[in-house]
Antibody, heavy 116, light 110 residues
């Protein structure tokens, strides 16, 4: 079945960077966009950006421009989201989700905690 | 780009129908037929329930339906069941930042 499996929880200090992975299985990885969405505790969903695994092209929400980088390794069907200059407000669950305009399925989520 | 506007909460008794609204602008909901709805249970990842305004993915109950009028999209849950208690989010393609989510609605089954 189509599945996205993300890396485990991370704890980072303010100012540090984090890189979350998203491994795809059950479909042709290069045929569908990968999006990243985050959710702070008790808050709503926030779209961060997309990546086309075939071309490597990306598009980021303005809020994250300059701090986020989305990449992929097609040999292992894995997408990555790196976020730099972390601050406490970046504490959230980060999800990857497959698709163009329709997000399905979603990864299980990765909790990133930013704390001194 | 602001989030799409949803009511914070909606409730209903088992068997009843409820409707959740999702209001945007002509640059997002009103301009494109790329409105989706997602269900999220506590501690779980969101699940796609409706895509392209009114299409239901395979495996999703036909008690869930979607529609759109102008800048407002709607999700209707008929024959409300206890398992429908969850948070629901709409999303839309936009002409600016590409995608935007709604503020989210907590559905309570009384």
């Amino acid at each position: 079945q189509v599945q996205l499996v993300q890396s485990g929880a991370e704890v980072k200090k303010p100012g540090a960077s984090v890189k979350v992975s998203c491994k795809a299985s059950g479909y042709t990885f290069t045929s569908y966009d990968i999006n990243w969405v985050r959710q702070a505790t008790g808050q709503g969903l926030e779209w961060m950006g997309w990546m086309n695994p075939n071309s490597g092209n990306t598009g980021y929400a303005q809020k994250f421009q300059g701090r986020v980088t989305m990449t992929r390794n097609t040999s292992i069907n894995t997408a990555y989201m790196a976020l730099s200059s972390l601050r406490s407000e970046d504490t959230a669950v980060y999800y990857c989700a497959r698709g163009l305009a329709v997000f399905d399925p979603w990864g299980q989520g990765t909790l990133v905690t930013v704390s001194s | 780009q602001s989030a799409l506007t949803q009511p914070a909460s909606v409730s209903g008794s088992p068997g009843q129908s409820i409707t959740i609204s999702c209001t945007g602008t002509s640059s997002d909901v009103g301009g494109y037929n790329y409105v989706s709805w997602y269900q999220q249970h506590p501690g779980k990842a969101p699940k796609l329930m409706i895509y392209e305004v009114s299409n239901r993915p395979s495996g999703v109950s036909n008690r869930f339906s979607g529609s759109k009028s102008g800048n407002t999209a709607s999700l209707t849950i008929s024959g409300l069941q206890a398992e429908d208690e969850a948070d629901y989010y709409c999303s839309s393609y936009t002409s600016s930042i590409l995608y935007v989510f709604g503020t989210g609605t907590k559905v309570t089954v009384l």
